[in-house]
């Protein structure tokens, strides 16, 4: 991978974490309801005991959401070098669907693990992150695009 590929994805991955990140505060927000996944990490981080103080947690927390952003990126990075769908629109389709899924079965084991759940709406929750992931998808692949 050369120095501006990595770059690309690196700088991608970035803007669509925050981008992701932004309409789960928004919606979160306008909800009134817990859809935050960098707080809601901080569940998983108290049941697998992991920081030594909410502050701790919080920053781990933060930075474990955006590494996994990069993991993501640097999943559709090899993915888009293997060029196996020429339709860049079926590609976009097909990866954000795939993405979505990944998200929602992903907190599904995250919560699985918790031993201190959050007092959330479940279903609503794993919509939102299945949403959420389709904007993370849609914002990687024009990012990347521009870049």
């Not at 970035?14 to 809601?40: C, D, F, G, H, R």
């Not at 569940?43 to 955006?66: A, E």
């Not at 919509?127 to 692949?141: D, S, Y």
């Amino acid at each position: 991978m050369s120095l501006y590929i990595l770059f690309k994805v690196l700088l991608t991955s970035i803007v669509a974490t925050s981008v992701m990140t932004l309409m789960s505060y928004a919606v979160s927000n306008y909800l009134k309801k817990l859809y935050k996944e960098p707080i809601l990490l901080q569940y998983f981080l108290v049941s697998i005991n992991v920081g030594n103080s909410s502050k701790q947690r919080s920053y781990i927390s933060w930075v474990l959401h955006y590494a996994i952003g990069l993991v993501l990126l640097i999943g559709y990075q090899l993915y888009w070098s293997l060029d196996i769908i020429e339709n860049p629109w079926l590609n976009l389709v097909l990866l954000a669907i795939v993405t979505g899924m990944i998200g929602v079965v992903s907190w599904k084991i995250i919560f699985k693990i918790c031993t201190y759940k959050p007092q959330i709406d479940f279903k609503g929750y794993y919509l939102h992150i299945f949403i959420v992931h389709l904007i993370f998808t849609m914002t990687a692949t024009f990012t990347y695009l521009l870049l």
